[in-house]
Structure formats: structure tokens, C-alpha cells
């Protein structure tokens, strides 16, 4: 199947509804719809009328493209993702992010809610992401080669922008807000992970685990776009936690932390944009 052109569509669409296009896009994760209501003079576009756009199936995704300023910086806000266990290939999954970056976006950051697996950590921590390991069964760059994409072999070596992690670790640091920092575990879902899972993962030096963000970075990175994560550490993994996990608990927790993740967010995004601007 061609799966440049429906996001070829996709972007012309956007082109021809939007009067300028932002330099840096974030892709809000499950409970974090809640930066939408920071944007200001907001244009919305519901995904379902972007031409071949998938919607959301999931309680906590709007389901909308949000293209406004946050904090003074043009942004471009994907309000909800798609999944691949709600039956999606990879490469619808990674759609929003493929069609910001033939619309000229520089810079992704993603943002997911996480289990952590650090028993020192707790609900509502905010994890940048370093590194990711791949277990979803799969790769976006798999099938037929698309070179309007960029090239087959992608470096993932950094694929977590160094520099733009540090600066955002400086900004924190000044500000006094706690950021963690570790590898995120991409994994298929959508049930969540065993006890005897969660233990080889901790051996394997995993520090958190959800269901998305892996596939989005390996599309992004091939585009060229730099790339940013967050995790919200929405609960601690199975056997790390006393209770039993449900997707009430992530969005609760979401919720619970918006008001400095959202900060935190708003600031990044400057930085971002500071960082890709030519001097």
C-alpha cells in the first residue's frame, strides 16, 4: 500500500486550513487533553475531518488538531493519539506525526501516560525520555520502502534529542520542578504487564512502560524531526504497586499533575522553538 500519499492528503488539507504552520508539534497521551485549554487563539480541526485521519477510541483523546500559541511560542497540538492495540498499523499510528513533518515541523514532543518501575518513584512523577526499547512486535519502517519518507535505515542512536533534553533538565533545575529521567518501554497492549514481566523489564534497566510514543519517534526520526518525550508516571507498574491497575487510575493522576506538567510542557515547547530557529 502507498502510505505517503493519504498523509500527503492529509497535510494539503491542513495547508489550505491553517495560516501558518508552527515549527514545533506535541502529541498529547491518555489523560493529558488538558494543555488544549492553555492554547490561545485556537484554531481546531477535528481528526475526522482530516482526510484518512484515524480517531481515538480511547476515554481521555479528544480527538483533535489544536494549532494556536502556548505561552507566547507557536505550537501545534495533536489532542489525542491512535494505538496499534486498537487494531491500526504503524503506519496509521504514526500519521499525525508523518503529516506534521511534511507540513514543515521541526521538532515533536510526545507525551504518553507510563507505569513506572522504579519503586522510589510515585504517581504523578515526570519522566524525560532517554532512550526507548522497541517490544510492540513491529516497526513503521517495515513493508515496501518510501523514500518521500527519508531512508530505510534509521539512526535511533540519539533519538531523543540530547540537546534539547538538556535544556530542558536546565530549565527544571532552575524552576525547582523534580524531572526524572530514564528508558521508556514501548510495549503492545493493551493489557497491562505481568509480575514476572515487570521483573525482566527492571533487569533490563526499563524505568517505564506504556503502549505508544515508540512507533511515532522511529517516523519522526526518519523525517528528520527532533524529537522530545515525556512520560507522566500515571501509576507504578505490577508487582510495584500494592493495588490493581486500571485506566480510571491514569487519568485521575493526569489530572491531578496538569497544572506543572503543563508548565513544564509550555516551557519546552519555547525552548524547542528557540533551539531549531536559526540565529
Known amino acids: 500500500m502507498d502510505w505517503f500519499e493519504p498523509v500527503s492528503r492529509a497535510a494539503e488539507h491542513l495547508k489550505a486550513r491553517l495560516q501558518t504552520v508552527p515549527?514545533?508539534?506535541?502529541?498529547?497521551?491518555?489523560?493529558?487533553?488538558f494543555l488544549e485549554s492553555l492554547v490561545e487563539n485556537p484554531v481546531a480541526v477535528p481528526y475526522g475531518e482530516i482526510p484518512g485521519f484515524p480517531v481515538s477510541t480511547v476515554p481521555g483523546h479528544s480527538g483533535r488538531l489544536v494549532v494556536g500559541t502556548l505561552k507566547g511560542t507557536p505550537v501545534m497540538l495533536f489532542c489525542g493519539r491512535v494505538h496499534l492495540y486498537e487494531g491500526h498499523p504503524p503506519q496509521v499510528v504514526t500519521m499525525q506525526v508523518r503529516t506534521a513533518g511534511l507540513l514543515g515541523v521541526k521538532a515533536v514532543l510526545l507525551t504518553n501516560a507510563a507505569g513506572g518501575l522504579d519503586p522510589l518513584w510515585t504517581p504523578g512523577d515526570v519522566m524525560l525520555i532517554s532512550d526507548h526499547i522497541n517490544l510492540q512486535g513491529t516497526n513503521v519502517l517495515c513493508g515496501p520502502q518510501d523514500p518521500r519518507f527519508g531512508e530505510r535505515f534509521v539512526d535511533l542512536t540519539d533519538a531523543y534529542d540530547a540537546e534539547l533534553r538538556t535544556l530542558v533538565r536546565r530549565?527544571?533545575?532552575?524552576?525547582?520542578?523534580?524531572?526524572?529521567?530514564?528508558?521508556?518501554?514501548?510495549?503492545?497492549?493493551?493489557?497491562?504487564?505481568?509480575?514476572?514481566e515487570i521483573r525482566m523489564f527492571r533487569q533490563w534497566g526499563v524505568d517505564a512502560v506504556g503502549m505508544s510514543t515508540v512507533q511515532e519517534t522511529i517516523a519522526a526520526r526518519q523525517l528528520g524531526m527532533r524529537v522530545l518525550g515525556f512520560s507522566v508516571v500515571t501509576n507504578l507498574a505490577a508487582g510495584v504497586s500494592s493495588g490493581k491497575l486500571s485506566h480510571d487510575e491514569v487519568k485521575e493522576t493526569a489530572c491531578r499533575v496538569q497544572k506543572r506538567f503543563s508548565e513544564l510542557v509550555a516551557a519546552s515547547v519555547g525552548l524547542v522553538d528557540k533551539a531549531i530557529s536559526p540565529p
Open 171 to 196: 530549565h527544571a533545575r532552575k524552576v525547582g520542578f523534580p524531572v526524572r529521567e530514564g528508558v521508556y518501554l514501548g510495549l503492545l497492549g493493551p493489557s497491562y504487564e505481568t509480575r514476572a
Open 23 to 33: 515549527k514545533v508539534a506535541v502529541v498529547l497521551g491518555s489523560g493529558l487533553g
